[in-house]
Structures are given as C-alpha cells and as structure tokens.
C-alpha cells in the first residue's frame, strides 16, 4: 500500500513558477514508476509526466515539454515536478500517481495509487 499527499499548488502568474512534491508513504517507493497527471474544469484527466523507478527514464506531454521537470528522491521518497514559463492552460488540479510496473507509461490505468491533488491556477 502506498499513500500519496501533494503540495506545492498555489496562484501564480503566467510565466512564473511552481514546483510540486509528492510525499509517499511505503518501503519500496523506490521500486515504483511515478507520474503525474492533471485535470482540469470539464476536462479529462490527462497525463503531463512519468519518470522510471530509476530515474533513467521520463516522459513529458508535449505541451509542457521543455517547461517542466519530473525529478525523484527515493530516498526521500519523493517525486517533483518543476514548473517553468507557466501559461494560464496549465490551471489544473495536479495528481501524483504510482505504479507498481516500475517503468509505467502514460495511460493512468497503469497506475495503482493517486494522491488527492493539488491545485494550480495560471493567472493571465
């Protein structure tokens, strides 16, 4: 069993920055795949990000390509996401997730545990 508490969401203004952390609970985050999703009003949720149990590989959607970055510390057992140069489309609810396939992909049916969100809001 894993459990998963965001934070870092907040009011920011377009061009600015965020970053958020996910906090895990469990002895073998480390073995997990993570990533991070997002949804906003009257909007799917989708995927923005995913990094292997090892850090070896990540994934970004393409819109946030070369604005954010999916870091992790397993010894902290913590996963982040930078956010850089942010637009008013990044306004979501933020969800971290875990899967137990250490190198999960995109699709948030391959994750098992999610956290309850954070929100980021994107003032134009």
């Known amino acids: 069993q894993v459990q998963l508490v965001e934070s870092g969401g907040g009011l920011v203004q377009a061009g600015g920055s965020l970053r958020l952390s996910c906090a895990a609970s469990?002895?073998?985050?480390?073995?997990?795949?993570m990533g991070w999703f997002r949804q906003a009003p009257g909007k799917e949720r989708e995927f923005v990000a995913r990094i292997s149990w090892n850090d070896s590989s990540t994934n970004y959607k393409d819109s946030v390509k070369g604005r954010f970055t999916i870091s992790r510390d397993n010894a902290k057992n913590t996963v982040y996401l930078q956010m850089n140069s942010l637009k008013p489309e990044d306004t979501a609810v933020y969800y971290c997730a875990a899967a137990q396939d250490s190198y999960a992909g995109r699709k948030s049916v391959d994750y098992t545990y999610w956290g309850q969100g954070t929100q980021v809001t994107v003032s134009s």
């Open positions: 469990g002895r073998t985050f480390g073995r997990y795949g």
